[in-house]
C-alpha cells in the first residue's frame, strides 16, 4: 500500500537531524558498559502515519518536561546550546498539520513520536498544490 503525506524535504530533514542528535548528544555522556541505542520505527495507520525516534539515554529530565517545546528550553549548557531546536521541531510539525509528543520510556530513554496525516490518493496532487500555496504566502 501506498501512503501520502505533505512534507517539504528541507524542514522535515531538519525536525529528523533535531531529534537524532539530541539522542545521540543524550547518549554519549552514559556510563561505560550502557547499552546506546537509537530506535526509529514507523507505522501506518488508517489516516495517519506514525514516526518514533527513541534512545537509550538517561531520558527527559523532569525539571523541564512540562516546557519542553518552548524557545529556550534546555538541560544542557548554553555554551553549546540556545534551547531552540525542539520549538523549531514542534512548529515545522504543526505547520505540517502533524503533531508531536514526548516520553520517557519504561526503559530509562526519550521517545519522541511524530504523527502526521495521510493525504487520500485522489486528493495529493490538489492538497499538495494547495499546501504549497500557503508556504509560499507566509
Partial sequence: DEAYVFCDSHYIREVFRNLINNAADAMVLLPEGHTRKLIITAALYENEIQIRIGDTGPGISPAIVDRL??????TKPTKYNWGLGLSFV?????????????????????????????????????????????????
Fill in 69 to 74: 517545546f518552548e524557545p529556550f528550553a534546555s
Fill in 90 to 138: 514542534k512548529r515545522i510539525v504543526k505547520s505540517h498539520d502533524g503533531k508531536i509528543e514526548a516520553a520517557n520510556t519504561s526503559e530509562g530513554g526519550a521517545e519522541f513520536t511524530i504523527y502526521f496525516p495521510i493525504l487520500k490518493s485522489d486528493s495529493v496532487k490538489q492538497s499538495g498544490e494547495e499546501k504549497q500555496r500557503r508556504w509560499r504566502d507566509r
